[in-house]
């Protein structure tokens, strides 16, 4: 399996919802990440999981909590968005952090419209 | 700052070679690489280089200059599955990614 999957693929919610995100991987990576990407940008990172513990956060609004529930599963509860956080969110994996070849693996991403 | 330029845009023919410049200015080097995006999709990886010179892989190459901070990914026999955007990115010396805008790349019969 070299796959990453994100659900739901759609999501449009209003500024009082809570929501999550989901992402699984089953290559036994270490590292899993979460990316934002505005549409013609590239990728922003969000927050980094290694080894399941949080690694990096960058300085990302409360409104966006992460969860790894376990090596294989990074989880984004939303609440409370604002129309400016619709975008696609990226879940990406990889072998581990701060390796040399530190090849991203991205799921197809989730499509957020905050209403 | 760290900061990586490429093209916003380029347009070529089905069946000709395009090459996509990347230059960059990062706290420390620890790889570059390319990655392909196509509309409203996952980006998918091509290509790491370290090392100076030529990845050669199928029908697209890297190439790294380290001293001049250049990297540029050649294309070869074009085909309109190859229209996408062509993003760079450097590791620094952390090993975080620095993403440069992308490079939307049109191919034209």
């Known amino acids: 399996d070299t796959e990453v999957t994100q659900t739901p693929k759609h999501l449009v919610m209003g500024m009082t919802n809570k929501k999550s995100l989901k992402c699984e991987q089953h290559?036994?990576?270490?590292?899993m990440y979460w990316y934002k990407q505005k549409a013609k940008k590239p990728p922003e990172l969000m927050f980094v999981?290694?080894?399941?513990?949080?690694?990096i956060n960058e300085s990302v609004p409360s409104r966006f909590s992460p969860e790894c529930p376990n090596s294989s599963l990074l989880n984004l509860h939303l609440h409370a968005l604002q129309p400016e956080d619709s975008a696609l969110y990226l879940c990406?994996?990889?072998?581990?952090?701060?390796?040399?070849?530190?090849?991203?693996?991205f799921g197809a991403g989730s499509r957020l419209t905050v209403l | 700052g760290q900061n990586i330029d490429q093209p916003t845009e380029m347009t070529a023919t089905e069946g000709a070679i395009v090459q996509i410049n990347c230059t960059y200015q990062?706290?420390?080097?620890?790889?570059l690489f390319w990655y392909q995006q196509h509309a409203g999709e996952a980006p998918t990886f091509l290509s790491y280089?370290?090392l100076d010179g030529l990845e050669e892989k199928g029908r697209f190459s890297s190439f790294l200059s380290r001293s001049k901070g250049y990297s540029y990914l050649l294309l070869k026999e074009l085909q309109m599955k190859d229209s996408a955007s062509y993003l760079c990115?450097?590791?620094?010396?952390?090993?975080?990614?620095?993403w440069g805008a992308g490079t939307k790349l049109i191919i034209k019969p």
């Open positions: 999981y290694s080894y399941e513990k949080l690694s």
């Open positions: 990406a994996s990889s072998q581990a952090e701060g390796s040399g070849a530190n090849v991203l693996t």
């Open positions: 280089n370290v």
């Open positions: 990115a450097v590791q620094d010396s952390n090993y975080q990614l620095i």
């Open positions: 990062t706290s420390g080097f620890n790889g």
């Open positions: 290559m036994g990576h270490r590292a």
